[in-house]
């Protein structure tokens, strides 16, 4: 699916809820198709959006990744 502009109400909910002005968006520097089984692991801080799924239900999960020390193992928690 391809990114497509938001329509007047999603773009005032975005704004109250986000406080991101949709005029502002620029097009995604990538669009990534993923298969079923993969991974996708990114920060949340970016900008993103996710398109619904048209080959049955989709299964998603977020959680917290950290590293204190370089030398000490990364947690993680939700």
Same mark, same amino acid.
């Given at each position: 699916?391809?990114?497509r502009e938001p329509d007047e109400?999603?773009?005032e909910h975005i704004l109250l809820v986000e406080g991101l002005d949709t005029a502002?968006?620029?097009p995604p520097a990538l669009t990534l198709?993923?298969?079923a089984g993969d991974l996708l692991m990114f920060s949340? +801080? !970016?900008l993103h959006a996710v398109s619904s799924s048209t080959s049955g239900?989709?299964?998603g999960m +977020? !959680?917290?990744i950290g590293c204190a020390e370089t030398n000490k193992p990364s947690v993680y928690w939700s």
């Open positions: 699916m391809a990114w109400e999603e773009a502002t968006i620029e198709h993923p298969n949340s +801080a !970016m239900p989709r299964v +977020a !959680m917290f």
